[in-house]
Antibody, heavy 118, light 107 residues
Framework: EVQLVESGGDLVQPGGSLRLSCVGS????????MFWVRQAPGKGLEWVAN????????YYVGSVEGRFTISRDNAQNSLYLQMNSLRAEDTAVYYC???????????WGQGTLVTVSS | SALTQPASVSGSPGQSITISCTGT?????????VSWYQQHPGRAPKLIIY???KRPSGISDRFSASKSGNTASLTISGLQAEDEADYYC????????FGGGTKLTVL
């Protein structure tokens, strides 16, 4: 079964840091672009960052540029999101997703909740 | 900016509904790479349509989709209670963009 499992979400104070992880199984992890997508409470889906198969290209939504870093370890079938200088508006469920090509996201992980609050 | 979807649609069991997704010639109209996702409350999104009108294995043929110009459409026929969920479109434009989401209520 093709599967993604996220972890690392937590309650953190504004200005703090957090590292999310996503482990893939059931497919060749190194073959696909990988994405982080978030969903604020009661809101829609927002692309956060994505990374090429070999990690040589990374892209971010403007609101997280310079604060978040996406990375991957293909040997460990793992995707990461390092989040620094967190703000209240970063509060969301964060999903990792495999890109099957041209932004076809399948599967998605179960999501991990990040809450930024004092 | 996000693709434009109606905030909500509703229908009775057995009926058909259509959800629109309007973009521009740079995304929806520019490529045949529109996908649709179903999300039940508290659950992760699930791919139900890709490449404008293709269904992944295991997705009911009650779900169909098409595109005309800058607008893509998702149609659900023979509405069932389990179809009640949020639906999101996504289009390729070099970077990805999601629609704002549509809440489907089955009356």
């Amino acid at each position: 079964e093709v599967q993604l499992v996220e972890s690392g979400g937590d309650l953190v104070q504004p200005g703090g840091s957090l590292r999310l992880s996503c482990v893939g199984s059931g497919f060749t992890f190194s073959n696909n672009w990988m994405f982080w997508v978030r969903q604020a409470p009661g809101k829609g889906l927002e692309w956060v960052a994505n990374i090429k198969q070999d990690g040589s290209e990374r892209y971010y939504v403007g609101s997280v540029e310079g604060r978040f870093t996406i990375s991957r370890d293909n040997a460990q079938n793992s995707l990461y999101l390092q989040m620094n200088s967190l703000r209240a508006e970063d509060t969301a469920v964060y999903y990792c997703a495999r890109d099957r090509g041209y932004y076809v996201f399948d599967p998605w992980g179960q999501g991990t909740l990040v809450t930024v609050s004092s | 900016s996000a693709l434009t979807q109606p905030a909500s649609v509703s229908g009775s069991p057995g009926q058909s509904i259509t959800i629109s997704c309007t973009g521009t010639s740079s995304d929806v109209g520019g490529y045949d790479y529109v996908s649709w996702y179903q999300q039940h409350p508290g659950r992760a999104p699930k791919l139900i349509i890709y490449d404008v009108s293709k269904r992944p294995s295991g997705i009911s043929d009650r779900f169909s989709a098409s595109k005309s110009g800058n607008t893509a459409s998702l149609t659900i026929s023979g509405l069932q209670a389990e179809d009640e969920a949020d639906y999101y479109c996504c289009a390729y434009r070099g970077s990805g963009v999601f629609g704002g989401g549509t809440k489907l209520t089955v009356l």
